[in-house]
């Protein structure tokens, strides 16, 4: 009962946390491109993927950490999990300190690198307080997320995190308003990783009592680290490697571009990663606890996870380029092309559609057995990225990531359910099937469907009801599609509805 109850407090908090800090964020994006130019915009996006890359200093520790944990906290064996994370917090220090040398290295490097009218010494400082906060969180809170994750606790740090950012945010939106330097700006992301590593300590002082770190560190427990670390090299590399291409040949305005597109979808995302986190903790305590249990859960599970995720994207693929038209008006350059919300749109789709498959790899602790095959997305991904990108530009890099996708979903799909489940992979494939057509001639119908979307407050309202009628549509096919699923699901929401009364 605590894991549903947890699970719903990381559901509800999480939805609110996004809606919150969406509605804050998306002022950030513009208020940069009015004030200091796309080149400036293009500079921080870059800036932040190359922070992304540098995080694989990590070599896996926090992943593998999270596996090994399930066991421990599920039996209530705190001793053991003290000694996990003992052995997690000595890496994190050790990782913290080579954190900051690249950080500062980078401030000095990256700079001179860049074709860009920005100065150096502008560059080099907002290079350095970007970096700033992973190091503190390295060295202090590092292994404290990790507890909270396994724990089914993440509503207390999206709750901070949710604090923290609208904060910042809103201070960040007065000193740009007021025509501070961007020096001024960056400089508030120190001060609010400071005061989320005071909050994050102190909280785990007061609930966690047992926690002793001084016990003698189990180094073996987390030893698939670095196959976990493979696999986090592949999903960088189609999450991040575009911006990085971009940067070099085709500039910082077309980073720009690119960049805003995916702030738009990566709010969509956030809404996907928080439904799905929010159960990720106890499916993966019940996987290693009743095998039989999880396949009738997971059933529910995969079925209406993809049906939010297709009807999300759906929505997003409608009110794109309306909304980008409103949002870049007085831009320095075009922001406006329907090619580009296409190609995202597939890569979206195909990027967190397999998350559910993943899920059971990750539960299974498989890292070693299919880290050729990140290897081989990674491969397939930067080389179609390079050849294509001097051809077709931003849409050269997105062709790339897509086709990378259609290999390792695929592949994560056969391989959770041939060689984890034992079962055949067709009622994956089949739930896949039904939304993609349910996408389609969603897509296609709303799309012409005359709608005034000149202002925003007509953009919102048609945005609305248009949500309500995609999301029901997709749940309620789904679930006449899957009857099992539907009886399953009704069950848990049955339950979880009296939690939450009684909560």
């Known amino acids: 009962m605590s894991r549903q109850k947890n699970s719903i407090n990381n559901l509800l908090w999480g939805i609110l946390g996004n809606l919150v800090t969406s ?26 993927q190359i922070y ?5 200093l990590e070599v896996g520790v926090g992943d593998a950490s999270v596996v090994a944990l399930y066991g421990p906290i599920g039996r209530r064996n705190y001793n053991e999990a003290n000694q996990i ?31 860009t009218t920005i100065p150096y010494l502008t560059c080099c400082l907002v290079i350095i307080l970007q970096g700033s906060g992973n190091v503190i969180s390295y060295l202090v809170q590092g292994k404290y997320n990790m507890l909270l994750r396994v724990d089914n606790r993440n509503y207390v740090t999206t709750n901070l995190s949710t604090a923290t950012t609208v904060l910042t945010d809103i201070i960040r939106i007065i000193l740009l308003l007021n025509g501070k330097s961007i020096i001024e700006v960056q400089a508030t992301y120190l001060v609010f990783n400071l005061i989320k590593m005071i909050y994050i300590s102190w909280y785990i002082k007061k609930n966690y009592k047992w926690l002793d770190l001084s016990v003698e560190p189990n180094y073996e427990a987390i030893s698939q680290r670095g196959a976990v670390f493979m696999h986090q090299i592949s999903s960088l590399v189609f999450n991040h490697t575009d911006v990085l291409i971009l940067t070099f040949v085709c500039g910082l305005k077309t980073v720009s571009i690119y960049s805003l597109y995916a702030t738009i979808y990566g709010m969509v995302n956030n809404i996907i990663s928080i439904a799905s986190n929010s159960v990720q903790s106890a499916l993966g305590q019940i996987f290693n606890s009743d095998r039989k249990k ?6 529910a599970f995969e079925t209406y996870y993809l049906a939010l995720v297709f009807s999300l994207f759906a929505i997003a693929s409608i009110f794109i380029i309306p909304f980008m038209k409103l949002y870049t008006s007085g831009a320095d350059v075009n922001y406006i092309d329907w090619k580009i919300p296409v190609l995202f749109g597939i890569y979206q789709l195909l990027n967190y559609g397999r998350v559910s498959s993943n899920f059971i790899i990750g539960f299974a602790g498989e890292f070693k057995s299919t880290q050729w095959r990140a290897w081989l997305e990674t491969i397939i991904n930067l080389t179609a990225s390079f050849i294509c990108v001097f051809k077709f530009g931003i849409y050269g890099v997105l062709f790339g990531t897509i086709t990378a996708l259609i290999y390792r979903a695929n592949d994560i799909i056969l391989f959770a359910n041939h060689h984890i489940l034992e079962r055949s992979a067709w009622p994956t494939y089949r739930r896949w099937i039904t939304n993609i057509i349910i996408f389609i001639v969603t897509v296609c119908g709303f799309s012409k469907v005359p709608m005034d979307c000149d202002s925003y407050l007509s953009l919102i309202l048609n945005a609305i009801w248009v949500s309500i009628l995609v999301v029901i549509i997709f749940f309620s096919i789904d679930s006449l599609v899957e009857r099992s699923a539907r009886h399953i699901a009704w069950k848990y929401m049955k339950s979880s509805i009296q939690i939450f009364l009684n909560h």
């Open 23 to 48: 509605v804050v964020a998306i002022v950030i994006p513009r208020l940069f491109i009015v004030n200091y130019g796309s080149e400036v915009n293009g500079l921080l996006s870059s800036i932040r």
């Open 294 to 299: 999880y396949m009738e859960i997971n059933e």
């Open 52 to 56: 992304v890359y540098l995080a694989l």
């Open 85 to 115: 994370l003992a052995a997690t917090d000595k890496y994190y220090k050790k990782i913290g300190v080579i954190y900051a040398v690249c950080v500062a290295a980078l401030g000095f490097i990256y700079p001179l690198l860049l074709k």
